[in-house]
Every structure is written in C-alpha cells, then in structure tokens.
C-alpha cells in the first residue's frame, strides 16, 4: 500500500527560528514530489522535486529530494508569522495521462511572534 | 480570475439527504479530482477524471458518484449522506504536459 509519512505533525517555533519538515515515502511508480502550502483554504503550490539531490529554493524556502532513501526535506529560514499553516507533501504516481496525488497528514506550524 | 471554482462554499446536510457539488475549471486541463480532507488525514482522493468521458475511483470512494459532465465540468454526488462524510471537499484539475495540480477553494460539508 502506497504511504506518505510526514512528521513532524505539529511544531511551534518562535519568530526567526528555522525549521525542517520530513516527508518519506513508499509509493509505487514515483513521477515527483510536490510541497503545499495550506492556510485557510486550497493548498497553494510550493515546489515540485523529480530529481535526487538539486535543491529548489524559493526566498527563505528550500526543498531537495533523496530518491534512493525516499525522502524529501523543507527548510524554512528566519521564520514569519506568516509562515504559519500547514505544509502539505504529495507524491505524484502512475502514468502521465492518469497521475494522481498521493498526501501526507500535512505539518501544522505555528510561527509566534 | 482563471482557476477552479467549487460551488457551494458550504453545505449542512441532514442524514439521509442527497447534494452534488460542482466543481468546474477554465484552464482546458484534461484531468480532474476529487478530495477530501479530515483533520490529521491530509487530503485524500475520491474520484478522478484522467480525461473526458473517462473516471476512476480513488482512495476512499464508497458513498460517492461522481460525472464528467464535460472537459470543464466535474460533479460530486453524495447520494445518502452520512456524519461520516462531514469534511473539507477540494477539486483540483491539471493539464497532462504537468504535474503541477490547481485546487479550488474548497466545499465544507456538514452532515447531521
């Protein structure tokens, strides 16, 4: 059975703090990796990883992918209020034409100021 | 604005009852789904729709049927709903030549 493990599930860190949020994964047909971000509403897209060991970064965000340990890390630097939301890892499986998402429990964090 | 729009943003059921929730997007993307998300589950996959005229069933589709109307259009239908089903409904679509998923903003359903 296909799983994508997050943890931590929940973590409260003060302003300017970095964090590291773990994503594994056992899934069958691995296409890529993708990172959310979830305040109030839709996930809204952070990266998307289908090679092993090239970081994205976006500002104070980074992500890299291991494919041979199957895991995958976010880094969040200097920490912000509005930072605060759940992060979402899904994996992408099967064929191009009829590739689903595979999701994680998501990461809660609360950023306090 | 271009994107995916759900349509209601929120629904109280009583047992029993039956509602379809729309879901329809304009980016001419080929494939369409539906989630759900409980608290500590993540999002889970009820149905897609790979392309037109075609679904399939995702994790959790017991209780659900689900219509591609047309390449825009993806409907929901719950048609006895249970408290088990109360949860966060999103639709998501994406064009074939990526992976990148665009979400909608969501359906809360409630069912008493």
């Known amino acids: 059975e296909d799983k994508v493990v997050q943890s931590p599930l929940s973590l409260v860190v003060h302003e300017g703090d970095t964090v590291t949020l773990n994503c594994s994964y056992e899934v069958t047909n691995f296409r890529s990796l993708l990172w959310y971000k979830q305040e109030k509403k839709a996930p809204t897209f952070l990266f998307m990883l289908t090679s092993s060991g090239i970081e994205k970064k976006s500002g104070r965000l980074s992500s890299i992918l291991d494919k041979k340990e199957l895991f995958s890390i976010l880094n969040i630097t200097a920490t912000q209020t509005g930072d605060s939301a759940i992060y979402l890892c899904a994996v992408v499986k099967g064929e191009t034409s009829g590739s689903r998402l595979t999701f994680g429990e998501g990461t809660q964090l609360t950023v306090n100021p | 604005n271009a994107g995916v729009t759900q349509t209601p943003k929120f629904q109280v059921l009583k047992t029993g009852q039956s509602m379809t929730l729309q879901c329809a997007q304009d980016?001419?993307?080929?494939?369409m789904y539906w989630y759900r998300q409980d608290p500590g589950m993540g999002l889970r996959l009820i149905y897609y729709s790979a392309s037109e005229g075609t679904t399939d069933k995702g994790e959790v589709p017991n209780g659900y049927n689900v219509s591609r109307l047309n390449k825009r259009e993806f409907s929901l239908r719950l048609e006895s709903a249970a408290p088990s089903q109360t949860s966060v409904y999103f639709c998501?679509?994406?064009?074939?030549?990526?992976?990148?998923?665009?979400f909608g903003s969501g359906t809360r359903l409630t069912v008493v």
């Open positions: 980016m001419n993307h080929n494939s």
């Open positions: 998501a679509s994406r064009q074939w030549s990526s992976y990148g998923y665009t």
